[in-house]
């Protein structure tokens, strides 16, 4: 069973950086892709930021809203993913949450391939 716990999450100003961790547990994340998504209140859960599996020749992909301020990145060695957020805004005030997919070597782009989310970490960005 695979279980994924994110934290980081919090109340910052606008302007600052936050940075999310995700924690797998029961997958080692190199041999699958990881993504970011965020669900704002009364809007559907979007994908912000995907990683493909490690052997994937494709770099990351962003949402356009968040490109040049949201980096994502893996530490194998500890089956945990980051979305550091940058320059953060007002809209990106959400409930974010990781997922990864059943199946291992994929791009990760497809929001259809997600099988496991974790929990959710909330982030409020003032302005």
């Known amino acids: 069973q695979v279980q994924l716990v994110e934290s980081g999450g919090g109340l910052v100003q606008a302007g600052d950086s936050l940075r999310l961790s995700c924690a797998a547990f029961?997958?080692?994340?190199?041999?699958?892709?990881v993504g970011w998504f965020r669900q704002a209140p009364g809007k559907e859960r979007v994908l912000v930021a995907a990683?493909?599996?490690?052997?994937?020749?494709?770099?990351?992909r962003y949402v356009d809203s968040v490109k040049g301020r949201f980096i994502i990145s893996r530490n194998t060695a500890k089956d945990t993913a980051y979305l550091l957020m940058n320059s953060l805004k007002s809209e990106d005030t959400a409930v974010y949450y990781c997922?990864?997919?059943?199946?291992?070597?994929?791009?990760?782009?497809?929001?259809?391939?997600?099988?496991?989310w974790g929990q959710g970490t909330q982030v409020i960005v003032s302005s």
């Open positions: 990683l493909p599996w490690t052997g994937e020749s494709g770099r990351a």
């Open positions: 029961g997958r080692t994340f190199g041999s699958y892709a």
């Open positions: 997922a990864t997919p059943s199946q291992p070597w994929t791009t990760g782009w497809d929001v259809n391939e997600y099988t496991f």
